[in-house]
């Protein structure tokens, strides 16, 4: 037996002469044309098996046909014939995937342009540039490149605050710079709820109420104007 059972007493074991030997603990018909139509739904290798997922009878005949009507209808809006349906999806994966790395591509040249402008505008605290900016909710992803585009700025640091419920906030500055970004977001995020993390030049947190983003990025300010 392929698989050896259990069961104490009598099983009943279906054969499949020269291929197949299992105990059965299934619904069984008298005849194999009971069971009417078989739709052979997809198969996979597992090891060295075959996983076979299929449906039969009533069930065969409604699958087949949701199946056509999702065809014909992926058929209309791509304008194309059903057996050329994969083709055309795979050609607009392919234009999805350059068209979002072009737009990664743009946004962090935008991002770039945005924290050298910040940067150039930014008072000094201690011969070093100190950016404080909120961003709103919809500028979460922008918000993030720009913390990382004013890092490749000299002797500068970012706070930024992401507005939201929960808030964010991303805490940046130059690579060696004199502050310790993680332990600003650690001592924030303790004053003002939520928590956070990360290294002495990129860190960030989370969890805190945006009603007192405003407050926590001038906590922080105080705290980097006693270094």
């Not at 700025?153 to 991303?170: E, R």
């Not at 001592?187 to 993390?197: D, V």
Request: proline share 3%; hydrophobic share 35%; glycine share 10%.
């Amino acid at each position: 037996m392929r698989k050896p059972t259990v069961r104490q007493g009598d099983v009943r074991l279906v054969e499949v002469e020269q291929f197949d030997l299992s105990a059965c603990g299934g619904t069984h018909v008298s005849r194999t044309g009971a069971l009417g139509m078989i739709l052979v739904r997809k198969f996979e290798r597992i090891k060295d098996r075959t996983r076979v997922e299929f449906v039969c009878g009533r069930r065969a005949m409604k699958t087949a046909r949701q199946d056509y009507l999702l065809l014909d209808e992926a058929s209309r809006l791509l304008s194309a014939s059903p057996q050329h349906v994969p083709a055309r999806v795979r050609r607009l994966a392919e234009e999805q995937r350059a068209a979002i790395r072009a737009q990664e591509k743009l946004l962090d040249r935008l991002s770039e342009y945005t924290g050298r402008e910040l940067w150039q505008s930014a008072p000094e605290i201690h011969g070093r540039k100190l950016l404080s900016r909120v961003f709103t909710e919809a500028e979460h992803l922008e918000a993030k490149r720009v913390a990382h585009a004013i890092q490749k700025q000299p002797s500068c640091a970012a706070l930024i605050g992401v507005k939201g419920n929960p808030a964010t906030l991303y805490f940046a500055q130059s690579p060696g710079g004199g502050w310790d970004m993680g332990s600003l977001v650690r001592q924030t995020t303790a004053r003002f709820g939520g928590k956070g993390g990360g290294t002495r030049d990129f860190a960030q947190g989370g969890g805190l109420s945006e009603e007192k983003l405003e407050e926590a990025l001038e906590f922080a300010k105080g705290l980097l104007g006693q270094h």
